[in-house]
């Protein structure tokens, strides 16, 4: 059975940062097949960091420049370094994981609440 497990949100105040990290189980799954999304409240879920399938990084416009993603396939496991938080990037961000490349998301972690304070 695969598992997305998110960790790493909270409360943090505007300008600062957080990491946020995904472990997979139960399948192994390369970096370039797993995305962050997030969800505002009253808002429909939105893509906002992956891999291409050459290997670079791609973002939603509204966090280019501050977020980062990045992944270990050794440990099963990707990451998002949000830095310059803004009030607007508050919402629960998602872990996604697909089978192979092209394919729709199938695996969707639990989510983890990110709350940015003005």
């Known amino acids: 059975q695969v598992q997305l497990v998110e960790s790493g949100g909270g409360l943090v105040q505007a300008g600062g940062s957080l990491r946020l990290s995904c472990a997979a189980s139960?399948?192994?799954?390369?970096?370039?097949?797993m995305g962050w999304f997030r969800q505002a409240p009253g808002k429909e879920r939105d893509f906002v960091a992956g891999?291409?399938?050459?290997?670079?990084?791609r973002y939603a416009t509204s966090v280019k420049g501050r977020f980062t993603f990045s992944g270990d396939n050794a440990k099963n496991m990707v990451y998002l370094q949000m830095n310059s938080l803004k009030p607007e990037d508050t919402a629960v961000y998602y872990c996604a994981a697909r089978r192979n490349w092209g394919e729709e998301y199938a695996y969707w972690g639990q989510g983890t609440q990110v709350t940015v304070s003005s």
């Open positions: 139960g399948r192994t799954f390369s970096s370039r097949d």
């Open positions: 891999i291409t399938w050459s290997g670079g990084t």
